[in-house]
């Protein structure tokens, strides 16, 4: 029939949408309990090794966490992955050389580094706005 979608169209999207979870979902957590954003499995198999699963985070903090642990002369190992990209985790891998140093520790502190470069750019920013034109422009108008 003109007008009409084709048989079985409807129902399919309707199906679609159904199933579709709300987006809100994929980086929002129920209640604000920090202990449920990262979950730490210590490694058997390689000394001094944890994974951290960084619950409702994607490659963008994934890559920012581990480029800041290559900084560390104690880090001997760091990497990520997503094991599936539909599932908002990733999975962080640390290796410490020495033993006096934990893998949550030093994790912890390159986060701490993070949120101190974070600061630093928004002040900068912040900054600039802050000050008249021709100030920025170097006095040239």
């Known amino acids: 029939r003109p007008g009409e979608p084709p048989r079985g169209a409807r129902g399919r999207e309707t199906m679609a949408m159904e199933n579709l979870p709300d987006r809100s ?3 929002m957590f129920e209640d604000d309990d920090p202990r449920r954003r990262v979950t730490e499995k210590r ?3 390689m000394p001094n090794t944890a994974t951290f699963i ?3 985070e994607d490659h963008t903090v994934a890559d920012l966490i ?4 290559l900084r560390d002369d104690l880090v001997h190992f760091a990497g990520y992955r997503v094991p599936h990209p539909l599932i908002n985790d990733v999975h962080v891998k640390v290796q410490v050389k020495d033993a006096t140093a934990t893998p949550a520790k030093i994790l912890e502190q ?3 580094a993070l949120k101190g ?3 630093h ?3 900068q920013f912040s900054q600039s706005f ?3 034109d021709d100030e920025i422009l170097g006095g040239v108008v």
């Open 25 to 27: 979902e994929s980086w």
């Open 43 to 45: 490694d058997t198999k």
């Open 54 to 56: 960084l619950h409702k």
């Open 66 to 69: 581990r480029m800041q642990l």
């Open 110 to 112: 390159a986060v701490e």
């Open 117 to 119: 470069e974070v600061e």
């Open 121 to 123: 750019i928004q002040m």
């Open 130 to 132: 802050a000050r008249p």
